[in-house]
């Protein structure tokens, strides 16, 4: 008994030796064990950690046909399905340049979709991006403007083309160069409001008379704001006529 406690006290290990004395051997195995438990701890705790990424989606390089009715007032839009799509240019460009040979009306576009939970774009390809077609089966005019009064909505002015799945995240202090740039080029701009549940909506800006903002607001992009101005809605588009406004 005496020999064998003797001998585990004295266990020496060299590496090239083929196997471990049975103490060191336990040992280790232990303490692998615990690193293992320990990394796969920390692993799980820092992926619970990381914000998850929004379910959006862009196809890029994936350019497909839509049909719809095509509308330049007051941004590039195309209703298809009874659903009003956004249109854009490629870059940081909105698409007037890309639809200037194709006339407002029943065509049929080629792009590649970007979509962000009910919210729909499509960068339109140049040139010769449309083409006059029947109104297919399915495809619905516009619908009737409806009006809700003055309210006053506090929330972030994004570039949509970006937030809605072109860049992750296409929001905050972190986009703000970039949400300028591209307001400035025509990509329409949109409040994005959230409730206390984190749902959110996105509205699109426009002057108290139904004209174009992306230039008044890019310099406010990405950064808390509060508007003022009457409310509608088309279809499933949110509209925010703006009478006032103030950077927070």
């Keep these: 008994m005496i020999e064998a406690i003797e001998a585990q006290r004295d266990e020496f290990y060299v590496g090239y030796e083929p196997r471990m004395p049975t103490g060191i051997a336990r040992r280790v195995s232990w303490a692998v064990g615990l690193f293992a438990?320990?990394?796969?701890?920390?692993?799980?705790?820092?992926?619970?950690?990381?914000?998850?990424?929004?379910?959006?989606?862009?196809?890029?390089?994936?350019?497909?046909?839509?049909?719809?009715?095509?509308?330049?007032?007051?941004?590039?839009?195309?209703?298809?399905?009874?659903?009003?799509?956004?249109?854009?240019?490629?870059?940081?460009?909105?698409?007037?340049?890309?639809?200037?040979?194709?006339?407002?009306?029943?065509?049929?576009?080629?792009?590649?979709?970007?979509?962000?939970?009910?919210?729909?774009?499509?960068?339109?390809?140049?040139?010769?991006?449309?083409?006059?077609?029947?109104?297919?089966?399915?495809?619905?005019?516009?619908?009737?403007?409806?009006?809700?009064?003055?309210?006053?909505?506090t929330g972030e002015i994004v570039d949509s083309k970006c937030f809605?799945?072109?860049?992750?995240?296409?929001?905050?202090?972190?986009?703000?160069?970039?949400?300028?740039?591209?307001?400035?080029?025509?990509?329409p701009p949109m409040l994005l409001v959230r409730n206390d549940e984190g749902l959110e909506e996105l509205v699109l800006l426009l002057s108290a008379t139904g004209e174009r903002t992306g230039e008044k607001f890019a310099r406010v992009a990405g950064q808390p704001i509060t508007v003022t101005g009457r409310l509608a809605r088309e279809g499933n588009a949110w509209m925010l006529y703006v009478g006032a406004h103030r950077a927070q």
């Design 164 to 187: 809605l799945g072109v860049m992750n995240p296409g929001e905050g202090a972190v986009h703000r160069d970039c949400a300028r740039r591209c307001l400035s080029g025509g990509i």
């Design 37 to 153: 438990c320990a990394a796969g701890v920390a692993a799980s705790i820092s992926v619970a950690a990381q914000q998850r990424l929004p379910p959006s989606r862009f196809e890029f390089g994936v350019v497909k046909p839509v049909a719809g009715i095509l509308r330049r007032d007051p941004y590039p839009s195309l209703q298809a399905n009874g659903r009003r799509v956004w249109l854009v240019g490629p870059g940081k460009s909105g698409a007037d340049t890309v639809l200037s040979a194709t006339p407002d009306g029943a065509v049929t576009l080629r792009g590649s979709a970007i979509e962000r939970g009910p919210h729909r774009m499509l960068e339109v390809v140049p040139p010769g991006a449309g083409s006059a077609s029947p109104l297919p089966v399915g495809v619905q005019s516009s619908d009737r403007e409806r009006q809700f009064g003055v309210v006053t909505l």
